[in-house]
């Protein structure tokens, strides 16, 4: 399959550089210089996988990543000179899948673009669990055929990477998964002392999925260990 990749960013030289790297690996690319001109190309092309700049003219990374995520689950990878934890968990709470700090190794990059598209091509192929086509957990139901989850009846839109923990945790009801663990499981990629992507993204799905995501019904922590999904009826 050949894999279409937006790149964002308003220095030309950056887009340039990251399109020569992508080309070699035979994606196919597309670039934008602004929030707005990114918004218009994924309105007109089938991209599989975007890398989006924060600090841009017009629209920033962050709004254009909450526009994205208003209708559409494709993966995203921050792109930030700003390298300070606080603006990590900004982007990843805008509802981006991973966040890559410039100056950047190519190969870290190529090996983050990798693990998302393949999570995007098989977002259940999750290493050394038992997926079922169905299960239950309380009234959470996730149906891994058709890939979508519903609580209480009504649909829950989750980003391929919040769906990926979901699956992992309550395929495996009741055992305790390390964040280094549930990364490496669901990006598909070497643990890169990456303790608040997945802490992120557990939070925004309680925030989903959870009635009072301080007192969980679903997802619970393990203090110093990691999380669990304490009880489900898997078909």
Known sequence: M???ILVVDDEKE??????????REGYNV?????????????????IHLILLDVMMPKLDGIKTCLKIRQDQNIPI?????KSENVDKIIGLNSGADD????PFNHLEL????????RRYEKPLNVENINVKDKII???????????????????????????????????????????????????????YHSENT?????????????????????????????????DSTIK
């Open 77 to 81: 990878i921050i792109l930030s000179a």
């Open 99 to 102: 966040y890559i700090t410039k």
């Open 30 to 46: 597309y670039k934008a210089y602004d929030g707005i001109e990114a918004l218009e190309l994924l309105g007109e092309n089938n």
């Open 198 to 230: 997945v802490t992120v993204h557990i939070r925004r799905m309680r925030e989903k999925i959870e009635v009072n995501a301080k007192n969980p019904e679903y997802i619970k922590v393990v203090w110093g260990v990691g999380y669990k999904i304490v």
């Open 110 to 117: 190529l090996a983050r673009v990798k693990s998302q598209l």
């Open 137 to 191: 957990i309380k009234d959470l139901e996730i149906d891994t055929t058709k890939k979508t989850t519903t609580l209480r009846g009504e649909e829950i839109k989750l980003t391929a990477t919040e769906y990926g923990i979901l699956v992992l945790l309550a395929s495996n009801p009741g055992k305790v998964f390390s964040i280094k663990e549930i990364y490496e499981n669901v990006w598909k990629a070497p643990f």
């Open 2 to 4: 050949n894999y279409n």
């Open 14 to 23: 950056i887009c340039n550089a990251i399109e020569i790297y992508l080309k």
